[in-house]
């Protein structure tokens, strides 16, 4: 059996914890320039509060992103993205790019299972 497929693996508990919805976005905008947690939750449409921080949280731990407190008034707390955060930008925009190209194909397969399912 693949090592993969065992809860303890670490490629496993980086899936589970990094390959996300929210966390791939958060990279993403992040790519572009360090980015207020405000101006996260205004770019993250759907996103809640709590989703947020708790993305933020496992993509700090996991040493993607570095949070920086800001002496403001109010306190501010800023986000980018680290070196090793910016090694995912191939993967992650290899996949953007392939759920592009296929949209099409995606959307007509899901109208055909939903037609066949009675949905």
Known sequence: MD??????CAARSFFD???NKWSVMILTILA??????NALMRRLEGITHKALTQALR?????GLIARKVMATS???VEYSI????RTLQAPFGAVYDWAIHHLDDI???QRRYDARAGL
């Open 3 to 8: 090592i993969v497929y065992f809860a303890d």
């Open 17 to 19: 914890q990094v390959a």
């Open 32 to 37: 572009e320039r360090p980015t207020r947690f």
């Open 58 to 62: 496992r993509l700090e731990r996991n």
């Open 74 to 76: 109010p306190v501010a």
């Open 82 to 85: 680290t070196d090793l955060g």
């Open 107 to 109: 959307e007509e397969a």
